[in-house]
């Protein structure tokens, strides 16, 4: 369920959904990313009305920009989406593991002036460039 904050009504309830990152959109409403059940999938949500604007398949970790305009999304690799389309802008491939044969990112944040923070399997921590 999305309650508003300040007075604690049910806004909606999402349908098999975690949520992970809320931002506002340029429309007034608000974009709600979160996991599908027990998959490696994420989907965005528009607030209040619940309805669904995509899904974001092999991604499991994802964060907003500070203007809500981008999400950085993180699964075998990282891709920054467009967050009114879903539309692909940038990818890359991050976070390999050698001694285990595992690619992954397990965490991912975009910073206050827009770097992205990512961790992986490989236990590192690495900082991007704004896109």
């Known amino acids: 369920m999305v309650f508003d904050g300040s007075t604690g009504q049910t806004l909606t309830t999402l349908a098999g959904g975690a949520p992970i990152a809320i931002a506002p959109a340029a429309n007034g409403a608000t974009r709600l990313v979160g996991k599908i059940g027990d998959t490696r999938d994420l989907r965005v949500w528009s607030i209040p009305d619940g309805r669904v604007l995509y899904d974001i398949t092999g ?26 389309t879903g539309a692909v802008r940038e990818q890359w491939s991050a ?4 001694l285990s044969s595992r690619t992954g990112v397990t965490s991912i944040a975009f ?11 490989d236990e590192t921590l690495r900082l991007w460039c704004s896109p």
């Open 111 to 121: 910073s206050p002036t827009g770097a992205i923070a990512s961790v992986g399997y």
């Open 59 to 84: 991604a499991n970790v994802a964060d907003f920009s500070p203007d809500g305009t981008l999400i950085a999304a993180g699964g075998d690799g990282i891709r920054i989406l467009r967050a009114d």
């Open 95 to 98: 976070h390999f593991d050698p």
